[in-house]
Nanobody
């Protein structure tokens, strides 16, 4: 079955950097849309960054210019490089994937696979 395992979270001072990793296994289709979400205590989960099947990426306005999503298709690892971190970036970060497709042009579907999350804490 599909497994997504995040790592790389931790505590960092405001202005610092962290790099999250998500190791994926068990996918049926070669092309999955993948993304990073986060949820802070008392707040709704929000999408942070996404990689589409064609390799293009999108970001939430709150992280544009600071976060970079990338993937190593050979190793099946998704990354999130986070720079210039702010206290408001503090949250549990989750890696997620949709059901996949054989077509690079297919739109992303619902994210149905989720990792267990990794905590990011930014202190001022």
């Amino acid at each position: 079955q599909v497994q997504l395992v995040e790592s790389g979270g931790g505590s960092v001072q405001s202005g610092g950097s962290l790099k999250l990793s998500c190791t994926a296994s068990g996918f049926t289709y070669r092309r999955n849309c993948m993304g990073w979400f986060r949820q802070a205590p008392g707040k709704e989960r929000e999408g942070v960054a996404f990689i589409n099947r064609d390799g293009s990426s999108t970001y939430a306005d709150s992280v544009k210019g600071r976060f970079t999503i990338s993937q190593d298709n050979t190793k099946k690892i998704l990354y999130l490089q986070m720079n210039s971190l702010k206290p408001e970036d503090t949250a549990m970060y989750y890696c997620a994937a949709d059901g996949g497709s054989v077509y690079s042009w297919a739109r992303c579907a619902d994210y149905i696979y989720w990792g267990q999350g990794t905590q990011v804490t930014v202190f001022s």
